[in-house]
Nanobody, 128 residues
């Protein structure tokens, strides 16, 4: 059964960096489009970043653009989110998710509906 697992969260001071990882397992067939979402206490889950199955296209929420980089490696089996210049408002549970194996639009990849497989969350806490 296909699944993905997030790791790499932790406690960091304002301005610090973290690299989140998302490891796939049980994949059969082609790589999938993948994304990161986050949910802060008392708030709805929101889009953070997405990367297409080839890794050629990457999309970011305005709130993290310029501070974060999404990438994938190991034939697409592992996805990363490098987060720099962290702010207190980045504090949230961060979730990785896997979508389809075909082409999906940028607008769709920014939505939860594009993803059918969700990993566990990894908590990022930024202290001021």
């Amino acid at each position: 059964m296909f699944s993905c697992k997030a790791s790499g969260g932790g406690l960091v001071q304002v301005g610090g960096s973290l690299r989140l990882s998302c490891a796939e397992s049980g994949r059969t067939g082609s790589a999938r489009n993948m994304g990161w979402f986050r949910q802060a206490p008392g708030k709805e889950r929101e889009f953070v970043a997405a990367i297409t199955l080839t890794g050629r296209s990457k999309y970011y929420a305005d709130s993290v653009k310029g501070r974060s980089t999404i990438s994938r490696a190991n034939a697409g089996n592992t996805m990363y989110l490098q987060m720099n210049s962290l702010k207190p408002e980045d504090t949230a549970g961060h979730y990785c998710a896997a979508g389809e194996t075909g082409v999906q639009s940028q607008n769709l990849l920014r939505a939860e509906a594009a993803y059918g497989v969700w990993g566990n969350g990894t908590l990022v806490t930024v202290s001021s």
